[in-house]
T-cell receptor, first 111, second 112 residues
Framework: DVKVTQSSRYLVKRTGEKVFLECVQD?????MFWYRQDPGLGLRLIYF???????EKGDIPEGYSVSREKKERFSLILESASTNQTSMYLC??????????FGQGTRLTVV | GQNIDQPTEMTATEGAIVQINCTYQ??????LFWYQQHAGEAPTFLSY????GLEEKGRFSSFLSRSKGYSYLLLKELQMKDSASYLC?????????????FGKGTKLSVKP
């Protein structure tokens, strides 16, 4: 079974802190994605990567950056956390259609 | 741009059949996906349609009409465990392979 593992299920951080969310997949997938999910807004794409050291902006990249130094690991970075970044963050990986495999999610609260 | 619409909430009875509709407006199209997401859990893949017609997989079926920009997910013999959100997603032809644009999801409640 494909496994996508996110480093934390729940995280509480203070405003202004630098926050790292880590995601690791074990299936040698080229494509990895970071989404955030908010009530009434659904899943929105923040950044994605189709290869090591490659990254593309999604729909809502402001306030975020990413790092993909190794194929299996895709990190989301909040440079200076703000309360409006309180959300559920979901990482996904895929080889291409039809499936994308999701991690369990990190519920981040910024206080 | 991309726009994907689906109902916010639906309620159905255990043992019944329910149809969840999804309409989309996109500049191109490379496939439509349905995901199931239980509360507090990650989305899991249910189905994929790239050609018109019906794809059946056990109690779940998904239909696509590309000319109408329309899909539905059909759930038969509903069980309590089918209570979840169902996400419709379209593959963005302008992006990288596998880049999905999601609708806001339909929360399905199955009642005894």
């Amino acid at each position: 079974d494909v496994k996508v593992t996110q480093s934390s299920r729940y995280l509480v951080k203070r405003t202004g802190e630098k926050v790292f969310l880590e995601c690791v997949q074990d299936m040698d997938h080229e494509n990895m994605f970071w989404y955030r999910q908010d009530p009434g807004l659904g899943l929105r794409l923040i950044y994605f990567s189709y290869d090591v050291k490659m990254k593309e902006k999604g729909d809502i990249p402001e306030g975020y950056s990413v790092s993909r130094e190794k194929k299996e690991r895709f990190s989301l970075i909040l440079e200076s956390a703000s309360t409006n970044q309180t959300s559920m963050y979901l990482c996904a990986s895929s080889l291409g259609p039809p499936e994308a495999f999701f991690g369990q999610g990190t519920r981040l609260t910024v206080v | 741009g991309q726009n994907i619409d689906q109902p916010t909430e639906m309620t159905a009875t255990e043992g019944a059949i329910v149809q969840i509709n999804c309409t989309y407006q996109t500049s191109g199209f490379n496939g439509l996906f349905w995901y199931q997401q239980h509360a507090g859990e990650a989305p899991t893949f249910l189905s994929y349609n790239v050609l018109d017609g019906l794809e059946e997989k056990g109690r779940f079926s998904s239909f696509l009409s590309r000319s109408k920009g329309y899909s539905y997910l059909l759930l038969k013999e509903l069980q309590m465990k089918d209570s979840a959100s169902y996400l419709c997603a379209v593959r963005d032809p302008g992006g990288s392979q596998g880049n999905l644009i999601f609708g806001k999801g339909t929360k399905l409640s199955v009642k005894p």
